[in-house]
């Protein structure tokens, strides 16, 4: 739901307590990057095939051939058997039969570790997969220094045969990305990361250089020039494409043959074609998403003069034109070999599409309320329902998808054991930085008396019990604690905020952070200086693209029991105080009194670059407001657009941003008769209203309907998940709603 990485910084730095790893901004989205085949020398095949290769096992029947190991002796052993990290290998004997290859590992330039040939012999897939395993490139590896990544040179194989399969979850398909080999092919991958094993059918064994480097500026220097060439590479195919094309002529004869003879050659030959440009244009696409390119329609219309700003704010008007330049040509290439027409509208179609309603064991005639809802990938979330059972007592439902379907409620949140007998327990918001790794924060009532904060985290795919958070040290004996938002940056590292109250039995806002799987003590984040004495004061949401650095927003209590909108940055570990929300200018009270306003979403899909969502006062109603960040302040907030002012009040209670230049929002218009769900899209430059979707058939209609959307998740760009409620004849229902 939130921004995970820094993908324009040099380095990225994930907090481990007091000293951090340096990772990469490029293998941030993926944990690989596939680059430009090698254009080096001729290696020949007598340097690999000649080596001293010896018995070792990992991920099928292999044999490594050590060039670099942790003493220079002939071992295949890690670099933690000899006490070191696998950083600063020692060239072997095998070096001085292979120059090339040494060559090629020297000219790169980085820290390297192990430095080895693979051998693996032919096996078939299901063998195969159950090879798939994480390495162990960290271990002994000094925090504060550089992440471990392992990078490939396929050397001999039979181009297209081979597999790389790579897996976010070991046992769950839905993460799996599958690569094909072909020799000269070069990937880096955090194989700590990422699950990962190559099939490989043979008939021949395939070789392939494989390297342990030390993240670094150099190391990142030589993906950036790599993956440069790929793209120029690509881009030279896409010309190529098109000139053949328009060499095409469909009305005459394909060369010198003409009659049926040269129509055969000529559709075999726009088949061809059709095939290069179809995958220059997807390359491009997957470029565009890394380097905020524009989209086919974007760049046609800012070209033509019918959009007269750039497609994100990130993009300034001096490099413009040529990026513009560069999408139209390729999407030109693309769209004529193709046959296909321009996009007549500017921006893909996307729309929420047939709810279904999460349903509970049992029901009381209170009914339901929505909870969280969190996203790893498309298809696979998590969420949380509230409910009153037959007894009257509070209880509440952990949801699970899996492909795209919602299972039946199987799990009900494990309490502390201080929980009281209706503990009122919610779950509000979850984070899931990975399938099966997800992390939820709310509140439950004890047995004494009092609200306490819980954390619940799943691992592996299995929920453990809930746990408490220490609250801050200057927090109220009897318990009064609630965490409302979470973010996790990856399993383990999260920051989840809420309030808490004080000594003074005031409320107060809190943060609290876990670090390696431990949450610390919460800490208080201090209001503006204008705060009253507050009775509800509170972050809500949270957005963090690294641990120790976040934003969130909330409310806080103003003079004359007002609320006001406020956000909060953090920087290296550190809260700052927090500042109020600059209105719109229409901003008014229907008394006087200064309006009133909250905050209710956050998304960070950059470190510069943060949209957040609320509403505020105008005269009787409220309506929703919009602000961004760019790492420095928040801007003053404006009215979003496409929402009704007449006669509504709009409530967009939730925002999610997987790119800068998609995101998405949902809430509710609500009347003194019907309420109706909501739901918006960001494409860099402006917001739209999408249709939210078709309520289940159980809903009411016509002058009676009453729904509305609260939590959204968009773990990938025109892939979402909404969460949100809606009225029957009898009771109030919880509904999920997916959008794409």
């Not at 059972?389 to 209880?395: A, C, F, I, L, P």
């Not at 790492?631 to 009215?639: D, E, I, K, L």
């Amino acid at each position: 739901m939130h921004g995970k990485y820094d993908r324009f910084g040099k380095d990225i730095r994930v907090n481990t307590g007091e000293c951090m790893y340096y990772k990469l901004d490029v293998m941030a989205e993926k944990g690989f990057v596939i680059l430009n085949d090698y254009g080096g020398p001729t290696i020949a095949p007598g340097e690999w095939e000649s080596l001293e290769y010896m018995d070792w096992k990992s991920g099928g029947d292999t044999n490594f051939a050590p060039l670099a190991s942790a003493t220079g002796e002939m071992d295949c052993r890690g670099f933690w058997d000899h006490g070191k990290a696998d950083k600063y290998g020692v060239w072997t004997s095998n070096c001085q039969i292979a120059p090339s290859l040494v060559s090629y590992v020297e000219k790169i330039g980085g820290n390297y570790g192990r430095v080895r040939v693979i051998k693996l012999n032919p096996s078939d897939e299901a063998t195969a997969i159950r090879q798939l395993h994480l390495d162990d490139n960290n271990r002994l590896n000094p925090e504060g220094t550089g992440w471990v990544i392992r990078s490939w040179l396929e050397l001999d194989d039979t181009a297209g045969q081979s597999m790389f399969i790579l897996r976010e979850v070991k046992d769950d398909p839905s993460t799996e990305t599958r690569i094909k080999l072909h020799p000269g092919m070069q990937l880096v991958i955090d194989t700590e990361r990422l699950y990962h094993v190559v099939w490989h059918p043979g008939p021949k064994p395939r070789y392939a250089l494989i390297t342990s480097w030390e993240s670094d500026k150099t190391i990142e220097g030589w993906i950036k020039e790599e993956l440069a060439g790929r793209r120029k590479r690509q881009m030279q195919g896409a010309r190529a494409a098109l000139a053949d094309l328009l060499a095409i002529k469909p009305d005459g004869p394909a060369g010198p043959v003409g009659g049926r003879a040269g129509e055969r050659l000529q559709g075999q030959r726009r088949e061809r074609l059709q095939g290069q440009a179809t995958r220059a244009a997807r390359a491009r696409r997957d470029w565009a998403r890394r380097a905020e390119l524009p989209t086919c329609s974007q760049a046609l219309l800012l070209m033509n003069g019918r959009m007269r700003r750039p497609y994100a704010p990130a993009m300034s008007y001096s490099r413009a034109p040529k990026r513009l330049m560069l999408t139209a040509f390729t999407c030109a290439a693309a769209l004529a070999v193709t046959g296909a027409a321009w996009p007549a509208q500017a921006f893909a179609a996307f729309r929420f599409g047939q709810a279904v309603e999460l349903r509970t064991p049992s029901l009381s005639y209170s009914g339901e309320d929505t909870g969280g809802l969190g996203c790893a990938s498309a298809g696979n979330c998590v969420a949380s329902v509230s409910y009153n059972d037959r007894g009257g007592n509070s209880q509440t439902y952990l949801f699970t998808q899996a492909r795209g379907h919602w299972l039946a409620a199987r799990q009900e949140v494990r309490l502390p054991s201080d929980a009281g007998r209706d503990p009122y327990a919610a779950v509000e918001d979850f984070s899931c930085p990975r399938p099966g790794e997800c992390t939820g924060v709310g509140r439950y009532d004890t047995r004494y008396g009092g609200t306490r904060a819980l954390v619940l985290t799943q691992v592996r795919g299995r929920w453990g019990r809930a746990r408490q958070i220490t609250p801050p040290a200057n927090a109220y004996t009897a318990p009064g604690t609630f965490l409302y938002g979470v973010s996790c940056t990856a399993p383990g590292f999260c920051e989840a905020v809420g309030g808490y109250t004080d000594r003074q039995r005031d409320s107060q806002a809190m943060a609290v952070e876990e670090v390696r799987g431990r949450w610390l003590r919460a800490t208080e984040i201090r209001m503006p200086a204008d705060a009253s004495v507050g009775f509800d004061v509170a972050l809500v949401a949270v957005a963090c693209w690294r641990p120790g650095d976040c934003e969130a927003v909330g409310r806080y209590d103003w003079p004359a029991y007002q609320y006001a909108a406020v956000a909060a940055t953090q920087t290296g570990g550190r809260w700052h105080t927090a500042v109020q929300v600059r209105l719109p200018a229409d901003a008014r009270s229907d008394q006087n009194l200064p309006p009133g306003s909250s905050m209710y979403g956050i998304a960070c899909p950059r470190p510069d670059y943060c949209l957040a969502i609320g509403d505020y006062q105008v005269g009787d109603a409220y309506y929703s407001m919009t602000t961004a960040a760019d790492g420095r302040r928040w801007t003053r907030a404006v009215p979003t657009p496409a929402m009704p002012r007449r006669g509504f009040s709009s409530e967009v209670s939730a925002i999610a941003c997987p790119s800068a230049r998609f995101c998405a929002a949902v809430g509710a218009l609500l009347t003194e008769g019907p309420g109706y769900p909501v739901a918006l899209t960001w494409n860099g430059g402006r917001w739209a209203r999408v249709p939210a979707g078709r309520l289940p058939a159980n809903a009411l209609t016509g002058r009676g309907i009453q729904a509305g959307l609260t939590a959204l998740a968009c773990p990938a760009r025109q892939s979402c998940e909404a969460l949100g409620w809606y009225l029957t004849r009898s009771s109030r229902l919880v509904m999920a709603v997916p959008g794409s």
